[in-house]
């Protein structure tokens, strides 16, 4: 039987490889700034692991010798001009994820995403393509996620209580942030991580598809 009041009436999202998938989009902005400096390319795989923590920690792995590589300022302002003109090339909802907010909207739950991309490119996207109420991007001043300061942020703005909100994100930086927001995490399985991998990082509530993630947003999983 469907519960008439849901779990949880308040959502926070992370964006990059809960909402959206953007790793070709940043692969090629990385690998604009790999070819510039004649750098190595880096592959899907590599790319899988370096996302999750905001553009420069992106490319603090991708850079050779990190921000220590003398040439590494250049190649990050690189980087950050190539993605401001792929962002939306091949970036785009997963599957099953904007029917998951349509539904989520439909029962009156409030949403938010909290992102380390920049500020501006998180509005945008959210305009793009979601609509929800309240986006926040890595802003000046701000501690960036796993500090929970943007989730109390949105939290706030949202007028959500503690106990009726869930994070929901695909890393181990969102893991993280929430226990640090001191809230229940819901995985996504569908973006950058394994299920063995998100095990690891001590996930207890995985879901396998945005249906999912809904069913216990929801509080009608068996």
């Not at 790319?47 to 920690?57: E, K, L």
């Not at 991007?137 to 503690?162: C, I, Q, T």
């Not at 994100?169 to 995490?185: H, Q």
Request: net charge negative; charged share 25%; hydrophobic share 40%.
């Amino acid at each position: 039987m469907t519960n008439t009041t849901p779990k949880y009436d308040t959502v926070i999202f992370d964006l990059d490889g809960t909402l959206l998938y953007t790793l070709t989009d940043l692969r090629t902005a990385v690998n604009a700034a790999m070819h510039r400096f004649g750098w190595q390319e880096r592959t899907f795989e590599e790319m899988r692991h370096f996302v999750g923590n905001g553009i420069r920690n992106l490319m603090d792995h991708a850079v050779p010798g990190g921000e220590k590589n003398p040439l590494f300022e250049e190649a990050f302002a690189t980087f950050k001009a190539a993605y401001a003109e792929c962002q939306t090339d091949t970036t785009g909802p997963y599957d099953g994820i904007q029917d998951a907010v349509r539904e989520l909207q439909e029962h009156g739950i409030k949403m938010a995403i909290v992102s380390n991309k920049i500020d501006g490119a998180v509005q945008t996207l959210n305009e793009d393509f979601f609509h929800m109420d309240i986006a926040i991007g890595e802003r000046e001043g701000m501690a960036r996620k796993p500090a929970p300061d943007s989730v109390f942020l949105a939290m706030n703005e949202l007028s959500a209580e503690p106990s009726r909100t869930v994070y929901v994100g695909d890393s181990d930086v969102d893991l993280k942030t929430a226990k640090n927001a001191g809230l229940p995490c819901i995985s996504a399985l569908w973006g950058f991580r394994t299920r063995a991998e998100l095990e690891s990082y001590g996930a207890t509530c995985i879901a396998d598809t945005p249906a999912d993630m809904v069913a216990e947003i929801l509080g009608t999983t068996e």
